[in-house]
């Protein structure tokens, strides 16, 4: 074979070398870019709760726990406050219970439950229609004087619940009970699919970061 045809085949060798391996570097650096940052956002949402215990890092002094697990407490009475302050105070308890108390179906159910019980106690020898006229009697007695029992005895509960009824400390109670792995468990349930498009959205960073370093170092060659 004439030299001058084996330069050229090496120089076409050396040119679909070289194309490739550009090719390659175009699609590798933005990859690697998007396995990156989603593992970084994978590592950043399994640290939220991992580890549950303090873990000593020697020589250093310092301690790596996960950020819930560490402000377990606080964020119980943070959350506490919030219920109490924001969504549900005890006025709204006692308000929510004066609406509902002051229903006609309620007052109907009561009293006629009410008339059933009388009924069944009325003794049998006085006649049917007797004790039908007592029964209604009873029920329209109760009609009338169930919404101001009620009204009365929910005033007597709302001042209870004002006095004593603290849905801070019982919510921060609760939370605190919780054990880690329940909270983990119950957070992930109800915030699942955020933590993915935490996750995911790692991914979509690294990889535009990632083509815009193969952009630069093409600008800059």
Do not use: C
């Given at each position: 074979?004439?030299?001058?045809?084996?330069?050229?085949?090496?120089d076409?060798n050396f040119?679909k070398?070289?194309e490739?391996?550009?090719?390659?570097?175009v699609?590798?650096?933005?990859?690697?870019g998007?396995?990156?940052g989603?593992?970084?956002n994978?590592l950043a949402?399994?640290m939220?709760?991992?580890?549950y215990?303090p873990?000593?890092?020697?020589l250093?002094?310092?301690?790596?726990?996960?950020l819930?697990?560490?402000?377990?407490?606080?964020l119980?009475?943070l959350?506490g406050?919030?219920v109490?302050?924001?969504?549900?105070s005890?006025e709204?308890?006692?308000k929510?219970l004066?609406e509902?108390?002051?229903?006609?179906?309620?007052v109907?159910?009561?009293?006629?439950l009410?008339?059933?019980r009388?009924m069944?106690?009325?003794p049998n020898f006085l006649?049917?229609s007797?004790?039908?006229?007592?029964?209604e009697?009873?029920?329209?007695?109760?009609n009338k004087e169930?919404?101001?029992?009620?009204?009365?005895?929910?005033?007597?509960?709302?001042?209870?619940?004002?006095?004593e009824?603290?849905l801070a400390?019982?919510?921060?109670d609760?939370?605190n009970?919780?054990?880690?792995h329940?909270?983990?468990?119950?957070?992930?349930?109800?915030?699942?699919?955020?933590?993915?498009h935490i996750e995911y959205?790692g991914?979509i960073?690294?990889?535009?970061?990632?083509?815009?370093?193969?952009?630069?170092m093409k600008?800059?060659?």
């Amino acid at each position: 074979m004439h030299p001058e045809a084996g330069f050229a085949t090496l120089d076409s060798n050396f040119r679909k070398g070289s194309e490739v391996s550009r090719l390659l570097e175009v699609v590798i650096i933005p990859l690697v870019g998007a396995l990156i940052g989603w593992i970084t956002n994978v590592l950043a949402v399994k640290m939220l709760f991992r580890p549950y215990t303090p873990i000593a890092v020697p020589l250093t002094g310092l301690e790596i726990q996960g950020l819930i697990p560490k402000r377990h407490k606080e964020l119980a009475k943070l959350i506490g406050q919030v219920v109490e302050k924001e969504l549900l105070s005890a006025e709204d308890i006692i308000k929510e219970l004066k609406e509902r108390v002051g229903k006609d179906e309620m007052v109907v159910s009561i009293s006629s439950l009410i008339q059933k019980r009388v009924m069944a106690k009325i003794p049998n020898f006085l006649p049917v229609s007797v004790r039908t006229v007592m029964g209604e009697l009873v029920r329209d007695m109760a009609n009338k004087e169930i919404p101001s029992m009620m009204e009365h005895l929910l005033d007597q509960v709302g001042d209870t619940i004002r006095e004593e009824v603290r849905l801070a400390v019982i919510v921060e109670d609760r939370i605190n009970r919780l054990d880690l792995h329940q909270l983990e468990e119950l957070v992930l349930s109800v915030a699942s699919k955020e933590l993915k498009h935490i996750e995911y959205l790692g991914a979509i960073l690294g990889l535009l970061i990632g083509g815009l370093q193969v952009v630069l170092m093409k600008l800059t060659n």
